[in-house]
């Protein structure tokens, strides 16, 4: 366990908000962990758990304990001629996971590619892409309870997973550490490829396979979103509106072309990114802050903003589309 004082948070959110934590503890194993919860440090409060720091905005100091989550290792629990078990420990970057499943012929993850964070992240706010999430195909997820000690491994179903949520970024959020996640990977594929965009990407590779699928993701998400290492940013900040089949009515009487889509849960969704271009927001910069040229859904750090400046950008947006749409958009990202 490496403690650090004082520390600054600015290489561990992608935002690279220039913020300083109290402590901030790394924990490269289990071990790590109730060594805090044995140590004086477990009576700091705040606490809160970070991994790669890619779905987070810090809006000022943190006055406690960050854990970040450096825990190593993929472990092949089992196989048969249908599927494999993976435990992948928290700490694993999760595209690194994601080729190495690939490259392994284990399909239910290929459409996650080149997402950004951690293993232990990908479950928190169920991450998904292209017409699939991650919770198509967890089998389980172990955690450790920041006050008792005590582990407990929750079933798929125990996660209570839906759209970019979950049990861990609601009830559970910052009061259990995720050490560990277990995937149901298929060895007979069943492709997921009907988003238009991924077809037509995939119609220039000669055939439909693992690889292709992986590399026609990363294909368009480099395409669409600016690199971190280059524009600072978060990812999609906004979620896409669930609306009832009422307001799309009332809507498509004003917006013939209004884009919306069925979810997996036949849930009514709407494009965020399209209400925000609506709105004008798309390409716009506010000083050091603005939504990138490409996905209006993504809000850029051009140098040198601090988190208030983009939360009232962010929130400028909200209004924005609230006043034309009346249409409320949630954050997907994490703000603190």
């Not at 220039?204 to 693992?210: D, Q």
């Not at 939360?311 to 400028?316: I, V, W």
Request: glycine share 8%.
């Amino acid at each position: 366990m490496n403690i650090l004082e004082n520390a600054s948070l600015l290489t561990f959110n992608t935002f690279r908000v220039h913020v300083k934590t109290r402590y901030l503890i790394e924990v490269s194993d289990v071990n790590d962990i109730r060594n805090f919860i044995g140590s004086e440090l477990h009576a700091i409060r705040p606490k809160m758990v970070l991994g790669g720091g890619s779905n987070v905005l810090f809006t000022h100091d943190y006055d406690g304990c960050i854990l970040r989550l450096s825990i190593k290792g993929i472990e092949n629990i089992s196989e048969n001629d249908e599927s494999v078990l993976l435990r992948a420990a928290a700490g694993e970057n999760w595209d690194d996971f994601v080729a190495y499943c690939v490259k392994n012929g284990w399909g239910g993850i290929e459409n996650l590619s080149y997402i950004p964070g951690t293993v232990g992240a990908s479950p928190v706010q169920n991450i998904g892409a292209y017409g699939m999430e991650v919770r198509d195909s967890i089998e389980m997820v172990e955690t450790i309870d920041l006050e008792s000690g005590s582990t407990r491994k929750f079933s798929n179903k125990q996660c209570e997973f839906a759209y970019r949520n979950s049990i861990f970024r609601s009830d559970l959020q910052n009061r259990v550490i995720i050490t560990h996640v277990t995937f149901r990977l298929k060895k007979n594929h069943c492709f997921n490829t009907s988003y238009h965009e991924l077809k037509k990407e995939l119609s220039l590779h000669p055939e439909t396979t693992l690889g292709n699928i992986r590399s026609a993701v990363i294909t368009i998400r480099k395409r669409k979103l600016p690199d971190v290492e280059i524009l600072a940013n978060a990812g999609s900040f906004f979620k896409n509106p669930v609306v009832d089949q009422t307001l799309l009515d009332s809507l498509k009487l004003r917006y013939p072309e209004i884009p919306f889509f069925l979810d997996s849960g036949g849930n009514i969704k709407l494009s965020a990114a399209w209400l925000i271009e609506h709105c004008t927001w798309k390409g716009r910069r506010v000083r050091n802050v603005g939504t990138y040229r490409k996905h209006p859904l993504v809000i850029v750090n051009y140098g040198g903003a601090d988190g208030s400046e983009i939360l009232s950008f962010a929130q400028k947006i909200q209004q924005s589309v609230l006043n034309h749409f009346g249409i409320g958009l949630e954050t997907e990202v994490n703000i603190i």
